[in-house]
């Protein structure tokens, strides 16, 4: 089953340069239970399109069209207030820096439990804030909320959980903290939790831990994760299915395993080529030559087209469509699969 479906989905910024067309016609499927993966690189819009999902887009962003359904209701994302039951309820984010999603002055256990309250109701919130309640009563440790907060601490793996729990964010590690970060994003038990370069500033023993967390809590929670990162071997061992972000666009899309084997677009054919190989440690590593282009009216049809080696006059001028190059695989390249046929036979 397919819990989110995103539909030509258009997320534009009005500046004074132009419009910055950073989400300009997305389709996206996230199914039940799975773990789907965002890559590109810096700059394609990969944290705008999942701001999006979230609700956070504000002046001078705007949706200007397109479609984001969960369980088959579309998302009112430009309803702050409904919006904000969603995320409390159905959605959460984790972000590079869990201090964005952590209060520094509010002991890590203290946190948790205010986002259990809010979400079961269990009788114990009132409409304060968690740091104007704890000056006032203290930390409610003999709670029900205060004892689910340690559960969800021991089941991201954090060592003597009812202890550390009276921590402050900064008296945990890097690691620690991010652990902290997404207990508290699953305490809502939503039905998708979107991780955006969860692991991007961790040395790579935690990242690998973090992301073997995150397929555990899948399994646990059956919530279906979004993972948006720029490194491919991470989506290569974390993802079920894999979608590749250009420029505002999705270029390709396949079983992660499928996307590795045998990558089409040749953007995800580069991208590839910049990932290290145990098997040929010797190859020399580039980066894709050239650069992301400024997202203001791009004026050739395949984003890809001036960085690409096998670029020819009509990819600037005719926008590829997906077509099918293999088992649930698509790409969107003139030069790939075959032309769909729009035709009905007979
Ligand atoms: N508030 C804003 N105003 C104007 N432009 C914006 C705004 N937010 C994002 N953009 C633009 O949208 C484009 C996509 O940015 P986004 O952050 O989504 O990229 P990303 O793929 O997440 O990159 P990274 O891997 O660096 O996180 C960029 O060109 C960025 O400058
Ligand atoms: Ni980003």
Known sequence: MTLVEVENLQTHFHTDRGIVRAVDGVDLAIGEGEIVGLVGESGSGKSVLAESMMGFIDEPGEIVSGDIRLAGDSLPVDSETQMQSIRGDRISIIFQDPMNSLNPTLSVGEQIAEAVRLHQDVGESVSLSAEVKRRIFGAVTDSESWRRAIEMLETVKIPEPSSRAADLPHQFSGGMRQRAAIAMALSCEPDLLIADEPTTALDVTVQAQILDELRLLKEEFDTSILLITHNLALVAETCDQVNVMYAGEIVERADAQELFDNPQHPYTQSLLETIPRLDDPERSLTAIPGSIPDLIDIPYACHFAPRCP?????????????????????????????????????
Request: net charge negative; glycine share 6%.
């Open 310 to 346: 096998e670029a020819t006059e009509a990819c600037f001028e005719t926008p590829p469509d997906f077509r099918s190059v293999g088992e649930d695989h698509d790409a969107a390249c003139l030069y790939r699969g075959v032309e769909q046929d729009h035709q009905h036979p007979q």
